[in-house]
């Protein structure tokens, strides 16, 4: 089967052909993301594989259809960027990685937590200046702090059982509770509970329009004032305006993101020659309290292999009839 690769990498091509072996599709590569734009090449294709800034809205999947598209493979668990209705309408089929390396993400977001907390990230830039202070670099025991993990599923999971190894008390939310994050010793928070006593919150949630800016003013105006907040799911779970004047206010005692509202055109490229024209991105990074790295947290080896073996077998199954194990449709 032929497959038009989206936005791809090095190391897309890298593990995707190594993962190719074994299925023996046609995979054409392309550095532009999936758009209305750059759609027209995906015409011939019987498949076009995607990541999480390409877009795949109602004008987008049309053309894809009149191209001869029948499936949208996406290289990763979120599908926030695809219409899942127009594709139904339109007989596309779409498919997802479910899951890839749940510890990839929450390795990473303990990483961000630790990173945020203890200033690694200034002191890293003072003692390349030979710069061996402390003052300003104070952080907190992280043992006996209350940390609130928004959306308890396998990575959410992951993250509540490191910071249990902590001795952290863990409380988490969610919309379906899990028995699981319970039998792991953490708890589901009361009723106003995570904005009240946190010392930390991550958010492990998918973006649907009801988890939309879940964080926002009014939620951290509830928040412990000085708490630190950590996201490596999605960037849309956050307005950063809110989040700015929060810093900037004391209200927020940290930020660390892998994940930007707006991150679409910057993150995954190099712009370091370049004049970044985002202002809000620009005045966020400005904060000696605050982390952001480019939407890395997934990116581990295992994780990666794990995605293009799970996304070309999705390919191998709808080339041959068969049903899809990792499909995804508006009743999802």
Known sequence: MKIAVFSAKRYDREFLDAANVAEGHVLKYFDAPLDSESVG?????????????DKADAEVLAALKQGGTGLVALRCTGFNNVDLKAAAQLGIKVVRVVTYSPYSVAEHAVALVLAINRKIH???????????????????????KKVAVV????IGRVFAKIMLGFGCEVIGYDK????????????YAEPGEIGKSADI???????TPETHHIINAESLARAKRGALLVNTSRGGLVDTEAVIEALKSGQLGGLAIDVYEQEAGLFFRDLSNAIVTDDVLQRLISFPNVI???????????????????TLRSATQYAKGQALTDEITASN
């Open 41 to 53: 090449l995906a015409a011939g294709f019987d498949a076009v594989c995607i990541f999480v800034n």
């Open 151 to 154: 959306g308890t599923g396998k």
């Open 176 to 187: 379906y509770p899990s028995p699981e994050f319970e039998a792991l010793g953490a708890r």
């Open 122 to 144: 200034r002191a890293y830039n003072r003692t390349r200046d030979s710069n061996f202070a402390l003052d300003g670099l104070m952080g907190f025991d992280l043992h006996g």
């Open 201 to 207: 919150v991550s958010l492990h949630c998918p973006l």
């Open 292 to 310: 952001v790295t480019g939407h890395q947290a997934f990116f581990t080896r295992e994780a990666i292999t794990t995605i293009s073996e799970t």
